[in-house]
Antibody, heavy 124, light 107 residues
């Protein structure tokens, strides 16, 4: 079964840091670009970041640029999001998602597989 | 950056009704447009990509059309299980912006 499982969410104080992980299974992780998407409570979807299959292409939303870092370890079938200088407005469910296209080499596409999400709460 | 808008923001329709949701991009995005369905408390699900291509396993009552700046998602016969919020998303280039969503419920 194709599956993505996020972990690492929790409660953190403003200005703090958190590292999210996404464990992939059921497909060849190293062939696909990956994304992070977030959803604040009661709000819509917001794309956060993208990393290509080889990590050669990375994009960030302006709202997180300079504070968040996306990375991946293809040997461990894992995607990461290092989040620093967290703000109250970063409070959200964070989803990892898979690029629809196999071997797209940095060309973004739609997101065909989503994890269940992990909740990040930034509050004092 | 290209902005995505959707209309209406919410709608209520009867079972069996034809439902149409509109998505507009502030600049042309060719057909790099996806539609997602998010049921209450659930994870988003890809319905349509490339503006009009149905994702595998999605019921045929869903269809998409459009190119450039104007796109539509149509549900030909609304079913109770279609109660959800629907989002469009552009993916011609980063940022991969989502529309604000359209909430659909049953009258």
């Amino acid at each position: 079964e194709v599956q993505l499982v996020e972990s690492g969410g929790g409660l953190v104080q403003p200005g703090g840091s958190l590292r999210l992980s996404c464990a992939a299974s059921g497909f060849t992780f190293s062939y696909f670009g990956m994304y992070w998407v977030r959803q604040a409570p009661g709000k819509g979807l917001e794309w956060v970041s993208y990393i290509s299959s080889s990590s050669s292409t990375i994009y960030y939303a302006d709202s997180v640029k300079g504070r968040f870092t996306i990375s991946r370890d293809n040997a461990k079938n894992s995607l990461y999001l290092q989040m620093n200088s967290l703000r109250a407005e970063d409070t959200a469910v964070f989803y990892c998602a898979r690029d629809r296209v196999w071997g797209s080499r940095g060309a973004v596409d739609a997101f065909d597989i989503w994890g269940q999400g992990t909740m990040v709460t930034v509050s004092s | 950056d290209i902005q995505m808008t959707q209309s209406p923001s919410s709608l209520s329709a009867s079972v069996g009704d034809r439902v149409t949701i509109t998505c507009r991009a502030s600049q042309g995005i060719s057909n790099y447009l996806a539609w997602y369905q998010q049921k209450p408390g659930k994870v988003p699900k890809l319905l349509i990509y490339a503006a009009s291509t149905l994702q595998s396993g999605v019921p045929s009552r869903f269809s998409g059309s459009g190119s450039g700046t104007d796109f539509t998602l149509t549900i030909s016969s609304l079913q109770p299980e279609d109660v959800a919020t629907y989002y469009c998303q552009k993916y011609n280039s980063a940022p991969l912006t989502f529309g604000p969503g359209t909430k659909v419920d049953i009258k």
